[in-house]
């Protein structure tokens, strides 16, 4: 019990945290429009309450008066019920319904606009978060969490604001007419049904709210496995493995319904509990009415009031449970995606850091040392110096580190140890924005977005105009492929590029890159998926590019790399060799047996 009370009063700090990080959304600092749309709201919130609870009123007063218990003389009450009484009842339906859809009208542009801050300040964020981060989490899992948190906002927004506190609005003003119209003991009698009530649903649906979060990882869960299955559909079609992965995903579906069948039996006998407490209060004050209209100080129209206050009151009561169960519900899914928003990035731009200024384009690594942690090294004492326009080539096994000295050079991870230099910047001087404005890249496996060729293309240069397009198209051999699609540059290439080969996809992510046209360039296996007459191609083309440019060529194929400058063979994270083509042939090391093992495997 102590560890319950110890997680509860955890989670109570938790979400009162959370309730501080929303209130901003809803009263923005700065933004006077906003904030008078609330208070407008929570004007026209008061107005349609009142309306509502005098409804009953006209109830009485129209029962007085056809029985002639009232004021009104029976003669009269024929020609007054009917008119006044009714028209007056009208009157107060419409306006409660009408003050309460101007208050809705009036509050919708401040809790839109409230969700479309918070989904771009999550959007940024992840987007600011260091790769490490996202190579850790599940994309479908995250995706869930975001989707869940701002649903959660917008349900917080609307119903703390235009729910729970117009309930408990109107649970007061009832207990004040009970009190002021019929009595203490009446007014007691509601209130211990309206106590009893609330902490029956409190309790009942904190024991729920933990299935519903059990309910939540299923279905996490199952949503990652779906995610995953379609993502690699080649790689499932491969292996036959669709009945594999059909079991699999019946295998989470399976614990997400056994969590949801929980949750659905504990709802019955939530609702049945409510309503039980609901009919005894009604009960206890039908029949203290009832004694009273016997008594005679009571009217046939305040017994009817009496039933149609409790039946007012019961309405939005029997949402509460609904309603506070959606509320913790959406302050955990808040909660989770608040701690997101708190997840600090790994690499940040120092405070001062200028524009990185690239105007010889050398290339310095000083000793670099890198690790994920201390127990595994990934580069160890590395030192490279690419002069402006040179071009360097990192060869070695897999695991060497190569892709890694990229990943430092676009900072997506920052040195351990050492520094490293663009024209005597440090990139950890510089922002990261102006470092990477200045470095393309063409990665060995290309992604490509969901959209069509010409978006891909062009997505290497904002604002880049149709024939720039077409220009870095030529360049990389794929103009005349493009041309021959249907749909030419408006073809859709599928998600992730799937509707296109290994190759082709290649070649627009050459294009991309010729059209970002950075001083600085990254070639990671650029030509690995391209034929043999194509790769001729590409090569002429990068050459060309690569004039007056430096040049980080990562290859496997060392045939792609006997033009560079300096080709430096990595182990280990470690610089073993290192020297042109011909130097390296003469020394008959390492370089030079892989590159006569790949002239016998090529031969064979």
């Not at 771009?120 to 994309?139: A, D, N, V, Y």
């Not at 997101?340 to 940040?348: K, R």
């Not at 430092?408 to 040195?415: A, E, I, M, N």
């Amino acid at each position: 019990m102590r560890g319950l009370r110890q997680r509860q009063h955890t989670d109570g700090k938790a979400e009162w945290r959370v309730i501080r990080d929303v209130v901003p959304y809803l009263w923005p600092e700065g933004d006077t429009n906003a904030r008078i749309r609330v208070v407008v709201a929570l004007l026209f919130l008061v107005i349609a309450k009142v309306a509502t609870v005098i409804t009953p009123f006209f109830f009485k007063y129209a029962v007085d008066a056809l029985t002639g218990e009232g004021a009104v003389s029976v003669e009269s009450a024929f020609l007054i019920a009917p008119v006044a009484l009714v028209l007056a009842y009208c009157a107060a339906r419409v306006g409660q319904v009408l003050f309460a859809q101007l208050r809705d009208a009036v509050f919708s542009r401040v809790g839109q606009r409230a969700l479309r801050r918070l989904a771009i300040r999550t959007f940024g964020h992840i987007h600011r978060l260091s790769l490490r981060f996202h190579l850790e989490r599940k994309t479908g899992a995250m995706s869930r969490i975001i989707e869940r948190g701002v649903k959660g906002v917008d349900f917080l927004l609307r119903f703390v604001l235009f729910s729970i506190v117009p309930l408990f609005l109107e649970l007061l003003l009832v207990l004040g007419i009970f009190y002021w119209h019929f009595g203490p003991y009446f007014a007691l009698a509601i209130l211990i049904a309206i106590a009893a009530y609330i902490s029956f649903t409190f309790r009942v649906t904190e024991w729920r709210v933990q299935i519903r979060k059990e309910m939540n990882e299923q279905d996490q869960d199952a949503n990652q496995k779906a995610i995953d299955a379609l993502l690699n559909y080649e790689t499932v079609k491969y292996f036959s493995a669709e009945n594999r992965e059909t079991e699999r995903y019946d295998g989470a579906m399976a614990q997400y319904e056994n969590a949801a069948v929980k949750t659905q039996t504990t709802l019955a006998m939530l609702n049945f509990g409510q309503s039980l407490i609901l009919s005894l209060g009604l009960a206890a004050v039908m029949v203290m009415s009832g004694r009273a209209v016997v008594a005679g100080t009571q009217t046939v129209g305040d017994f009817v009031m009496v039933n149609a206050l409790m039946m007012q009151v019961a309405m939005p009561l029997n949402f509460l449970g609904t309603v506070y169960r959606e509320i913790r519900q959406s302050l955990i899914d808040m909660g989770e995606m608040f701690t997101l928003l708190d997840t600090p990035p790994e690499v940040v731009d120092r405070e001062g850091a200028g524009d990185l200024v690239v105007s010889k384009g050398r290339v310095q690594f000083e000793d670099v040392a890198f690790h994920y942690g201390p127990e595994r090294p990934i580069l160890r004492d590395l030192s490279i110096d690419a002069k402006g326009g040179s071009t360097i080539a990192l060869v070695g096994h897999s695991g060497a580190g190569k892709s890694t000295i990229a990943r430092l050079l676009f900072r997506f991870y920052d040195v351990t140890t050492g520094r490293l230099l663009i024209d005597g910047q440090d990139v950890r001087d510089v922002t990261q924005e102006s470092l990477r404005r200045h470095i393309g890249v063409v990665p060995q496996d290309t992604v490509l977005f969901n959209d069509t060729i010409r978006y891909n293309i062009a997505y290497g240069k904002a604002g880049a105009t149709d024939e720039e397009v077409v220009a870095a198209a030529k360049m990389a051999a794929i103009h005349e492929f493009i041309l021959a699609l249907p749909e030419g540059y408006e073809t859709a290439v599928g998600e992730r590029g799937l509707k296109l080969s290994g190759g082709e996809k290649q070649r627009v992510a050459i294009a991309r890159t010729i059209l970002k046209n950075p001083p600085i360039l990254i070639l990671d296996e650029a030509t690995s998926a391209l034929d043999s007459a194509t790769e001729h191609e590409i090569q002429d083309s990068l050459r060309h590019l690569s004039e007056n440019r430096t040049v980080f060529t990562i290859a496997h194929r060392l045939s792609t790399v006997i033009d560079a400058d300096e080709i430096i063979v990595l182990d280990k994270g470690a610089v073993i060799e290192r020297g042109t083509h011909a130097a390296l042939l003469a020394q008959g090391g390492i370089y030079s047996d892989m590159w006569a093992r790949q002239e016998s495997s090529e031969a064979a």
